[in-house]
Structure formats: structure tokens, C-alpha cells
């Protein structure tokens, strides 16, 4: 759930999670 509303996601989009500066997940969007 993200904090504030995303528009215009969709399918094939890369999305990546960071704690502070520390990556902590990745994928494409499905």
C-alpha cells in the first residue's frame, strides 16, 4: 500500500522498495 495514490501503473513498469537508502526489493510490475 503505498502512501500516497499512484496513477497510470501499469504492467511491464519496474518498481523498486528502499528502507532509508538500503534497496530492499525489486520487480516488474505484473
Known amino acids: 500500500e503505498?502512501?500516497?495514490p499512484?496513477?497510470?501503473i501499469t504492467e511491464?513498469?519496474?518498481v523498486a522498495w528502499y528502507l532509508e537508502?538500503?534497496?530492499v526489493g525489486s520487480?516488474?510490475?505484473s
Open 2 to 4: 503505498f502512501e500516497k
Open 6 to 8: 499512484q496513477s497510470a
Open 12 to 14: 511491464g513498469q519496474f
Open 21 to 23: 537508502d538500503e534497496l
Open 27 to 29: 520487480g516488474v510490475i
